[in-house]
């Protein structure tokens, strides 16, 4: 075996290492969280909140959703929600160049004896939204984009801290 045909093996080798390494550490993707509760009553969302509905989507995966707030191990409540606009840059003649986008979210989780199992908290996402005048028409969507996108971010936040309760 010459030394030229060893090259593409050694390449080879050489590409594969990384890979080898990686599967070796440990590595693994973040799964789904899991709730160390059977049941939870979702309460103080407004009527058809987009917030809620994806939520329930989510919990019901792995817990049953209930209606009553006596029927479940988990009562979580909403206690406020707000979407903001805010301009915080502007051109020289004074028309806007960058908005920041605000979502914030309050809750607390407490058995239906009312025991607390979340204090009052708070999730507070800020994304930052340049505004170019030649393309206006498409920044409304994609303003409304990246706030689902920050819903979804809220979401896995809540599922993240709410597999942290223990009933």
């Not at 050694?10 to 693994?28: E, H, T, V, Y």
């Not at 799964?31 to 979702?42: K, M």
């Not at 502007?90 to 605000?102: C, E, N, P, Y």
């Not at 239906?112 to 939204?129: G, K, M, V, W, Y």
């Amino acid at each position: 075996m010459s030394s030229s045909d060893a090259l593409p093996s050694r390449r080879r080798l050489l590409a594969a290492l990384p890979l080898l390494a990686l599967a070796g550490c440990g590595f693994q993707l973040k799964g789904a969280a899991s709730l160390q509760f059977e049941s939870i009553a979702l309460t103080g969302f407004a009527p058809r909140s987009p917030l809620e509905q994806e939520l329930r989507a989510a919990l019901q995966r792995s817990v049953a959703v209930k209606d009553a707030p006596a029927q479940a191990q988990v009562v979580f409540q909403a206690l406020s929600e707000e979407r903001l606009r805010r301009a915080v840059a502007f051109t020289a003649s004074g028309q806007v160049r960058d908005i920041q986008l605000r979502s914030i979210f309050r809750y607390r989780a407490q058995t239906p004896a009312e025991r607390e199992l979340i204090p009052d908290s708070r999730i507070e996402l800020i994304r930052e939204l340049t505004l170019i005048e030649r393309q206006a028409l498409g920044k409304q969507q994609e303003a409304d984009d990246l706030f689902r996108e920050m819903q979804s971010d809220i979401v896995q936040q809540l599922l993240l801290r709410l597999s942290t309760v223990r009933v």
